[in-house]
């Protein structure tokens, strides 16, 4: 496939594009073509964007669209759609909306009409869940947990109580603190705690939570970190 070819391209569309987690070279050859081919790309981050682009030599006018400026650029974003431009929108990294900014973008194409096609790549959602050696299937998505102790602890009650298999980010600051709440609440049942994915020092911890819980506070902290819980199996 060349990058070179936009055939297909079209006109006036919002292009969801999934970015690698951390190694540059997962990203689909469709993502790389369409970045390279479309008008303008929207980024979450402009500066990590520029570097992903540095690295397969593409050039291409940023905008910036995060959650503190989303409202006004997504109007600008609308007019560009509007005059025919096509637009490929990226996240930091993984796939975008996933406890990323988008969703306003993605509900306002809709409404006026506007074509908004989703291209499929990395998630370290997907990633950890796969390798957790944890049941797969149903599976609840979280996001980030409540930054306030008591708002947390009360999030990690009831997804403790749920029966489907719980995935969930957790910031480094914060980690040891949920894992040492989880170990209050279910200290038997089995979790995986994932971080740094893709990444040269990528680790995955398995084990019950009392076990892993111990771990990880003897460890240094570094890096995001994906947790998959295991679903309430008493219920």
């Known amino acids: 496939m060349s990058l070179r070819n936009a055939n297909q391209i079209k006109s006036g569309t919002l292009y969801v594009v999934a970015t690698p987690i951390g190694n540059l070279e997962d990203i689909t050859l469709r993502a790389l073509l369409t970045l390279q081919n479309c008008d303008v790309i929207v980024a979450e981050d402009t500066l990590r964007t520029s570097r992903l682009l540095k690295h397969y030599q593409i050039q291409k006018t940023l905008i910036s669209l995060h959650r503190f400026n989303e409202v006004s650029r997504c109007k600008k974003v609308l007019t560009l ?23 306003l973008l993605i509900n306002q194409c809709i409404e006026h009409n506007i ?19 944890i049941s797969c299937t149903p599976f609840f998505f979280a996001g980030f947990l409540p930054s306030k102790l008591n708002q947390r602890f009360q999030k990690l009650t009831e997804l403790t109580q749920m029966t489907h298999t719980v995935v969930f980010f957790e910031s480094p600051q914060r980690v040891q603190q949920t894992l040492l709440m989880l170990q209050k609440l279910a200290p038997e049942r089995k979790i995986c705690v994932a971080r740094e994915l893709t990444k040269i020092h990528e680790e995955v911890i398995r084990g019950k939570v009392d076990l892993v819980a111990k771990l990880i506070s003897e460890k240094p902290i570094r890096g995001e970190f994906t947790i998959v819980l295991e679903g309430n199996k008493t219920k």
């Not at 759609?81 to 993984?94: E, P």
Request: zero cysteines.
């Open 81 to 103: 759609l509007g005059s025919g431009k096509s637009i490929a929108m990226v996240s930091d990294a993984g796939t975008p909306l996933i406890s990323d900014p988008g969703q």
């Open 115 to 133: 074509p908004v096609i989703a291209l499929p790549g990395a998630s370290a959602v997907l990633h950890a869940l796969v390798v957790s050696g």
